[in-house]
């Protein structure tokens, strides 16, 4: 696969997963009255971790195919 389709997908995912945590961010907190907002915390995990997930499987790749 060519680079540039390899960075389009990266894109398309990164928009998806962009949408997808503010709408999480927007939910509703369960005790707004609390000073660690765990969902918050949550999703901002989640996010960091499928950010890195998606930059490593888009930079580092199989040159070879075995």
Known sequence: MR???R???LVM????LIIVA???M?????????ILRYKNAAVAFAFVII???L????LFYDRYNS
């Open 3 to 5: 680079m540039k389709q």
């Open 7 to 9: 960075i389009g997908r």
């Open 13 to 16: 995912r990164l928009s998806a």
């Open 22 to 24: 503010g709408v999480l």
């Open 26 to 34: 927007s939910l509703p907190d369960y005790d707004p009255d609390s």
């Open 51 to 53: 950010l890195g997930k």
């Open 55 to 58: 930059l490593y499987d888009t």
